[in-house]
């Protein structure tokens, strides 16, 4: 399984961006699907995350300039950020909670994209 991020990229405050997520390879099903961020000297904090049945959760700092959404038929998660400001300049990360399998055998566990850069200049 391998998730590719993109969308990341350099803005002014008050600007927006849209991050998307795949999922690809052996996926038998999807949970939960989110999006984390890290910012220099500081540790990985949740950004947004949304069930299979759509229901969703954001950081308090976040709320009402953000939206987290997903397409089910093509295993993408996507982050509509609008009116950023600088202090959310971080590495922003995908992670998904998938059923996948080795063979026979079926396990769930998650799983975290590479990362992409976000940075918001004043």
């Known amino acids: 399984v391998q998730l590719v991020e993109s969308g990341g990229g350099l803005v002014q405050a008050g600007g927006s961006l849209r991050l998307s997520c795949a999922a690809s390879?052996?996926?038998?099903?999807?949970?939960?699907m989110g999006w984390y961020r890290q910012a220099p000297g500081k540790q990985r904090e949740l950004v947004a995350t949304?069930?299979?049945?759509?229901?969703?959760n954001y950081a308090n700092s976040v709320k009402g300039r953000f939206t987290i959404s997903r397409d089910n038929a093509k295993n993408t998660v996507y982050l509509q950020m609008t009116s950023l400001k600088p202090e959310d300049t971080a590495v922003y990360y995908c992670?998904?909670?998938?059923?996948?399998?080795?063979?026979?055998?079926?396990?769930?566990?998650?799983?975290w994209g590479q990362g992409t850069q976000v940075t918001v200049s004043s």
């Open positions: 992670n998904v909670d998938l059923e996948t399998r080795s063979g026979t055998y079926y396990y769930i566990r998650p799983y």
């Open positions: 390879g052996i996926i038998e099903s999807i949970n939960a």
């Open positions: 949304i069930t299979s049945g759509g229901r969703v």
